[in-house]
Nanobody, 114 residues
Framework: VQLQASGGGLVQPGGSLRLSCAAS????????MYWYRRAPGKQRELVAL???????NYADSVKGRSTISRDNAKNTVYLQMNSLKPEDTAVYYC?????????WGQGTLVTVSS
């Protein structure tokens, strides 16, 4: 199983980004998929998740500004982030768990700065 995250970059406060996580070796439609982030000097934080039934959940810090979604045909999970703040600066990782095995993408850096 491989997870390939992309879409990060430098964006001004108030801007938007869409992160992508392309999966191979498994089907995202049958696994819960997660986005985590790790900001400089902070612990890893769960940002959003989407379960196999399409139900979503978000961290309070991004609720109302972010949307997690998936395209089963492309086997890709997305994280749309709007109204970005400097405190959203972090490396974002996609993640899934299959039985007891954890899989992580390589991370994509989001920098929110003017």
């Amino acid at each position: 199983v491989q997870l390939q995250a992309s879409g990060g970059g430098l964006v001004q406060p108030g801007g938007s980004l869409r992160l992508s996580c392309a999966a191979s070796g498994t089907f995202i439609s049958i696994n819960p998929m997660y986005w985590y982030r790790r900001a400089p000097g902070k612990q890893r934080e769960l940002v959003a998740l989407i379960d196999r039934n399409g139900r979503t959940n978000y961290a309070d810090s991004v609720k109302g500004r972010s949307t997690i979604s998936r395209d089963n045909a492309k086997n890709t999970v997305y994280l749309q982030m709007n109204s970005l703040k400097p405190e959203d600066t972090a490396v974002y990782y996609c993640h899934t768990q299959i039985y007891t095995t954890l899989y992580w993408g390589q991370g994509t850096l989001v920098t929110v700065s003017s």
